[in-house]
């Protein structure tokens, strides 16, 4: 209850009369308040009534103008009126009465025959103008309160909260999305797919890239123009209060609003999803979990809103009420409608998981035997969602207990009607001594709604009363229901899942997806959505959805290999003959799988390296990069993009864009110490002579980084387009290849490649050993011996060999080749020595023999022959 001043308490224990005054004020475009009752020169305001009970979302009102003359006219319509001129003749027009002005009613009590300038105003209802009706010549206004502020505020942004832990934990945490905005001072945690246990702050506002980075335990990370620095750890399971969570989702949105906690509820909830919809919807969800109330109360000084906790046992008397003191008792009765002593609650218990790691579901009943003993059971379900923050048997456990004090009673209702009383609110506890005709003792009850009016020729307020304080009476009803232990809220995907399990193999790029959902058990009724998004989070809607059916599990094809998506199911059922749709599980990431060599038809497929070299495949359309293909820096369809091609259809263009932009292929395996030629086809547009870098970075097997090789060609021979070609040799360690075309200049230029191959070629063997005193010529610079092996068979020699001692005799071996280098039958080359021409022959046993020719030096080079 509001407090009374010492006079008023006089005053209304005072036998003489009282009177009640009222003032209503609208703030104008200038932001300054215009009394009605003064402002147009005459008292506009005709009456106003103002109400609240414990289910609204706060206080309304209406109010009746005036509407005025033709001259001097409260209608927003009227342009020339100075009402809407703020009486300034040179002022341009701008109506007083407007949808979303701020509303501030005023009342004052006070002795009949006092003089009314000295009445002391008494703030009754701040809020918002939402209609204006000025059809006739009244004009009636509806209100709400600052509550409308926060039913009016949509959360836009999901945040997680009551996840990021320490001082600096100050907002909702956002979840990292590629090429996205942040700004200053933004909380941001990484995607579920790479969570460090820690919380960023964004230190430099900026876009993030297309892809997400490696976060750090310490220091900073750069993404695109933003920078975001490690603040603190995370907690799924430590909890925060929830007033601070309440005050962050006010912070992060924008309302202005401060959040009153007179007492804490020592409640801290667990990390959860805020999802987008009003300010008011998200904070109402979680006062509801306990039963609290939430509202602007009245703190001595202004509106505040206020999370209290109604005092349910033995709450004190804070005014009893004579007789004289009601001027009517328009109802009085007592029914058992809203009677529930056995109430049960379903949740999912984060203590106890299955071997999934899904929370198993569980109940809690809690009863009251005295009422069931004399009412007969009356039973209510509650249901909390797998992402509620009732989690716990000891959670459960205190909201039945809640609601058995709120509802096991059917007390006494009753609807006196009062001379003005301004000092009611919500939960106030009254008494009221016995009038010996509906009631011969006093009766002391809560206060569920009031409702205040003041015309010009009465001022009231009536009450509605009930029982003791309470959070709600229909919050609890509209949560009433019968609801299946195996409920759909403890449908999630199947955890543990990874490529290996969901790759479908006789679909490549594909997945199986199944849910756990009611196990052991049959539903009939029971029907499961798929829905699969390579973003999260996200909304399941039609666009999402892969399938619907009976089905627990479900293949889904058609997905882009090397992918990460995220899986999310819901499921559907009848509820007491109603359909009913309910939560989507956790989003459960997967990445596609690629096709496998087993899953090739050796007849039809060819693989050249790199895989798409010649830029046909645009699997997911020409808004992405080639299939196999990716951006180095730089955007697909601003710097690079499809475009016509030399071979096939399509082929790949350079814009003319400044930056260093460039694509790189997918990772192919390759053989350390093989040749590999690398080319391209390449054309110029315009008259440009920069530069294109061609180049193939080798890495381990591991996929750790180990060198480069590339060479730069530059544009100006290429006015058609040509081919361009360098050989490079695979270093010792290497296991895997990508190659990248980047341009090397970041002034702006365009051009564009295609048919990009790498042919490999196995590398020289040095001759394993020398016979007849034969050895490498022994001056440096010249090629030791060695041969090479190609794919298709086809071998080559090289280097210099000399006799060391003495004359070669015919048919002498100098060495043995690889058994892999064996021809089927003798071959013969003509060669050069120091005695001019020469002849070495190679055997089918593999010996490379002297024959004839100068013993100074004898030449390898040209001996190529097929061993097939």
Not at 194 to 212: D, W
Not at 472 to 482: E, I, P, S, V
Request: glycine letters at 8%; aromatic letters at 10%.
């Amino acid at each position: 209850m509001r407090t009374i001043s010492t006079a008023d308490g006089y005053l209304l224990q005072s036998d003489s009369g009282r009177s009640a005054l009222l003032r209503v004020s609208v703030k104008d475009g200038g932001g300054t308040f215009r009394d009605l009752t003064t402002y147009p020169g005459q008292n506009l305001v005709l009456d106003a009534e103002w109400s609240e009970d414990i289910d609204s979302n706060g206080l309304t009102a209406k109010i009746t103008l005036l509407r005025g003359g033709d001259q001097l006219s409260l209608s927003p319509l009227h342009q020339t009126s100075p009402l809407n001129k703020q009486f300034n003749p040179g002022a341009g027009y701008q109506a007083l009465i407007l949808p979303g002005r701020d509303v501030l009613i005023e009342t004052a009590i006070l002795p009949d025959g006092f003089p009314q300038s000295a009445v002391t105003w008494r703030e009754a209802f701040r809020g918002r103008l939402d209609t204006v009706n000025f059809g006739d010549e009244k004009i009636q206004l509806e209100c709400r309160d600052q509550v409308a502020i926060l039913m009016d505020t949509y959360i836009e942004v999901d945040r997680v909260y009551a996840l990021a832990q320490g001082g600096s934990a100050t907002k909702g945490c956002r979840i990292f999305e590629p090429s996205t905005s942040y700004v200053l001072n933004e909380l941001i945690i990484p995607s579920e797919a790479k969570l460090t246990g820690y919380f960023y702050k964004v230190t430099t506002a900026g876009t993030v890239a297309t892809s997400e980075p490696s976060w750090p335990t310490t220091g900073t990370v750069a993404s695109g123009s933003a920078v975001f620095t490690t603040i603190s750890t995370t907690s799924q399971s430590a909890g925060t209060a929830v007033q601070t969570v309440m005050q962050q989702i006010l912070t992060d949105n924008g309302t202005g609003v401060t959040l009153s906690t007179p007492v804490s509820p020592g409640w801290s909830i667990r990390a959860y999803h805020q999802e987008r919809k009003s300010v008011w919807e998200a904070l109402r969800a979680l006062v509801d979990q306990i039963g609290f109330d939430l509202r602007f109360k009245w703190n001595g000084s202004t509106f505040a809103l206020t999370f209290s906790q109604p005092t349910r046992a033995s709450p004190p008397v804070l005014r009893t009420f004579q007789t004289v003191d009601v001027v009517e008792f328009s109802t009085a009765k007592i029914s058992l409608e809203t009677i529930r002593n056995a109430v049960q609650v379903f949740f999912s218990d984060s203590q106890d998981r299955d071997t999934n790691g899904v929370a198993k579901r569980k109940k809690v009943v809690v009863t009251d035997s005295s009422s069931i003993a004399t009412y007969g059971r009356r039973f209510m379900e509650l249901q909390e969602s797998s992402s509620s923050n009732i989690d716990t048997t000891a959670e459960a456990t205190a909201l039945a207990t809640v609601a058995i004090y709120d509802l096991a009673t059917p007390v006494f209702e009753g609807e006196p009607t009062l001379q003005f009383f301004p000092f009611v609110e919500i939960n106030d506890f009254y008494s009221f001594i016995a009038d010996g005709l509906r009631f011969t003792s006093t009766q002391s009850l809560a206060v569920i709604g009031y409702t205040h009016s003041i015309s010009g020729t009465e001022a009231k307020t009536s009450l509605r009363l009930r029982g003791s304080p309470r959070g709600g009476l229909g919050r609890w009803l509209q949560k009433d229901g019968m609801v299946n232990p195996d409920d759909i809220h403890a449908l999630v995907l199947m955890a543990g899942m990874d490529s290996a399990t969901l790759l479908a193999q006789s679909t490549p790029g594909g997945v199986t997806l199944s849910t756990n959902a009611v196990p052991g058990k049959t539903r009939t009724d029971r029907q499961f959505e798929f829905h699969v998004s390579d973003s999260s989070p996200y909304t399941p809607t039609s666009a999402t959805l892969v399938a619907a059916g009976p089905s627990r599990a479900v293949l889904v094809g058609n997905l882009q290999p090397g992918q990460t998506y995220y899986a999310r199911t819901v499921s559907t059922g009848k509820n007491a003959e109603r359909i009913t749709r309910g939560e989507p599980s956790e989003p459960t990431s997967f990445v596609a799988g690629y096709v496998e060599i087993a899953h090739l038809n050796p007849e039809t497929v060819v693989m050249p390296l790199p895989p798409n070299g010649n830029f046909e495949g645009f699997r997911r359309g020409s808004a992405y990069p080639p299939d196999h293909w990716s951006m180095v820096t730089g955007a697909w369809g601003d710097d690079c993009k499809q475009d016509p091609g030399y071979s096939g259809l399509w082929g790949t263009k350079w814009a003319n864009k400044t930056g260093l932009n460039g694509i790189q292929s997918a990772f192919f395996p390759v053989r350390e110490t093989y040749f590999y030629a690398l080319s391209m086809w390449l054309k110029r547009f315009s008259s440009e002579t920069q530069s294109v870098t061609l180049a193939l970075d080798w890495y381990t097997a591991a996929k750790a980084a180990i060198s480069t090789s590339s060479f730069d060609t530059v544009l100006t021979t290429f006015t058609a387009w040509g081919r361009v070609v360098r050989n490079f040799v695979a270093p010792s360690t290497a296991a895997f290849a990508r190659v990248r075309i980047v341009k090397q200049s970041s002034s702006a230029y365009q051009f564009s490649v295609d048919a990009v191959e790498c042919v490999p070629a196995p590398g020289f063997t040095a001759a394993a050993g020398f016979d007849n005193d034969w050895g490498d010529f022994p001056v440096s610079g010249y090629e030791t011996a060695g041969s090479t092996v190609t794919l298709d068979g086809i071998v080559r020699l090289k280097g210099l060999v000399k006799r060391f001692s003495g004359s070669p005799t015919a048919e002498e071996v100098i060495f043995t080749l690889p058994a892999d280098c064996a021809p089927t039958t003798k071959k013969i080359f003509c060669v050069y020595t120091d005695a001019a021409a020469g002849r070495i022959d190679v055997y089918p046993d593999a010996t490379v023999r002297y024959l004839a020719g100068g013993s100074g030096f004898a030449s390898l080079a040209g001996i190529t022959f097929d061993t097939r």
